[in-house]
């Protein structure tokens, strides 16, 4: 065991390129090795140099594809075979997705569901099963305040949410005591590249933000986090609200 409650061995980052999987990655990467998996894994120059500076042991990039789910398990073989057992995985990968256009087109709203639910789920399914046999590891699931309960207003993200959060929640229910723990992580708006041009949100975060709270709940081993805290108890209530008022709700 790491450092306070940390798994030890190398930290696998699926979605080399987003900012709260980056940020997570340089406040644990000291001593490590740090494996950035991402689409056009040549041209992560940036987020390997950001992550060497961090102190990382070493840092190796993979070719990933999220919605290539028939690949996930032979891909997290190969990294496990070639980098040795995974201590940390972060999903860090994921698309907001066009509200408008997911309600007009069906094959957006699958793409959307695809990515953020159905690949997220393959991914998750084979990480347990390899740190289930290992023994030991941390997983680390990025939810949203979105699927606690769908607004109208961004319904298709909201939903992939809800079966994610659903999901992982029953995962970390089956790998009780196995020696795996996973941590999901329940977020507000979060100012970043994906929500670029969009009004912020009341009580919302940044991606240093997310990630210190990550952290802390990966030394807790904490099973779920709200980020920023006051959202649990802000949820809790607008669980109460009426349909004709939750409705009329923005983003």
Do not use: C
């Not at 190398?10 to 987003?18: A, D, E, K, T």
């Not at 939903?159 to 009780?176: E, P, Q, R, Y």
């Not at 802390?216 to 008022?245: C, D, N, Y």
């Amino acid at each position: 065991m790491g450092m306070r409650g940390i798994a030890d061995g190398p930290l696998l980052v699926l979605g080399g390129r987003s900012e709260m999987g980056l940020e997570v990655a340089r406040r644990l990467a000291r001593g490590r090795v740090v494996i950035l998996a991402a689409r056009r894994s040549d041209q992560l120059t940036a987020e390997i140099a950001e992550v060497t500076t961090a102190g990382a042991a070493a840092v190796h990039t993979v070719e990933f594809d999220a919605d290539d789910t028939e690949g996930h398990p032979a891909l997290l073989g190969r990294i496990a075979a070639e980098y040795g057992r995974i201590g940390i995985a972060v999903l860090a990968f994921g698309i907001l997705g066009d509200q408008g256009r997911a309600e007009r087109d069906p094959a957006h709203a699958l793409a959307v569901v695809r990515t953020d639910f159905v690949a997220q789920l393959s991914i998750l399914t084979t990480l347990a099963n390899l740190l289930r046999a290992q023994g030991d590891g941390q997983i680390v699931v990025f939810g949203s305040v979105a699927g606690v309960r769908v607004r109208r207003a961004n319904y298709v993200y909201g939903s992939a949410k809800a079966g994610l959060d659903g999901f992982a929640g029953g995962l970390a229910d089956a790998l009780h005591g196995s020696g795996v723990h996973l941590l999901l992580v329940r977020p507000g708006f979060v100012i970043g590249r994906m929500t670029a041009g969009m009004e912020p949100a009341p009580f919302s975060s940044t991606p240093d933000q997310v990630a210190d709270a990550v952290v802390q709940g990966l030394r807790k081993r904490a099973g779920v986090i709200w980020v920023p805290g006051i959202l649990r108890p802000i949820f809790f209530a607008m669980r109460l609200l009426p349909q004709a008022i939750w409705r009329r709700l923005p983003r």
